[in-house]
């Protein structure tokens, strides 16, 4: 497609339940990255993945949080476990190569959770 | 640790006055910073940047203002219009291939 795709665009959960959420970056983007969207909290750096691997995951909140990246193309971000807090909108974008080498990224509507 | 800081929470301007949002940051490391913009259920997107080699950069009726020496950078726009409404985040980033940190966002909102 011609922009980020992110799947599903609402999901509305359990306690308790796991949900995973998708990213399909634009194509030929090698860099994917993941934030998470809270009221009055902006936007906060979750995981970021060049290709397949993730050189930093220190943003995610706790173990119940992963990431994979697959075919150095789509993500799945999973929450295990969900809690209340975990209620928020996920943003996903990418990038040619990485912040490093042209500064910006182009983000995905995202995905809004919530966690009842 | 929020390692950049925006200012204000949220803005109302008039119709072709001008909007004005402040960050500042700590890390002196830092060697990008954007703009984003954002509008009701889309995700942000880049509006203007700036690397700290120069102190203005202007597009159009966006333009940032960039102070090194006091960590700090601003974007103005002017004649502000009702479609300029939407919620702006200011951005670093830091050395190597570090994710951009965001502030907390700006809610604009222009009134005619």
């Known amino acids: 497609g011609a922009g980020v795709s992110q799947s599903p665009s609402n999901k509305v959960t359990e306690k308790g339940k796991d949900v995973e959420l998708r990213c399909d970056p634009i194509?030929?983007?090698?860099?994917l990255y993941w934030y998470r969207q809270s009221l009055g909290q902006g936007l906060e750096f979750l995981i970021y993945?060049?290709?397949?691997?993730?050189?930093?995951k220190s943003g995610l909140p706790s173990d119940r949080f992963s990431a994979e990246r697959t075919g150095g193309s789509v993500s799945t971000l999973t929450i295990q476990r969900t809690q209340q807090e975990d209620s928020a909108v996920y943003l996903c974008?990418?990038?040619?190569?990485?912040?490093?080498?042209?500064?910006?990224?182009?983000f995905g509507e995202g995905s809004r959770l919530t966690v009842l | 640790q929020q390692q950049v800081k925006q200012s204000p929470q949220s803005l109302i301007v008039q119709k072709g006055g001008i909007s004005i949002i402040n960050c500042a940051y700590e890390?002196?490391?830092?060697?990008?910073f954007p703009w984003y913009q954002q509008f009701p259920g889309k995700g942000p997107a880049l509006l203007i940047a700036?690397?700290?080699?120069?102190s203005e950069k202007k597009e159009g009726r966006f333009t940032i203002s960039f102070n090194k020496s006091a960590k700090q950078f601003s974007l103005h726009i002017m004649d502000s219009q009702p479609g300029d409404s939407a919620t702006y985040f200011c951005?670093?980033?830091?050395?190597?291939?570090?994710?951009?940190?965001f502030g907390k966002g700006t809610r604009l909102s222009v009134i005619a």
């Open positions: 194509s030929g983007h090698t860099a």
């Open positions: 890390n002196t490391a830092f060697d990008y």
């Open positions: 993945f060049q290709g397949n691997s993730a050189p930093d």
């Open positions: 951005a670093a980033r830091g050395e190597g291939n570090t994710p951009l940190v």
């Open positions: 974008a990418s990038s040619p190569g990485g912040t490093f080498i042209t500064g910006e990224l182009f």
């Open positions: 700036i690397r700290p080699d120069v």
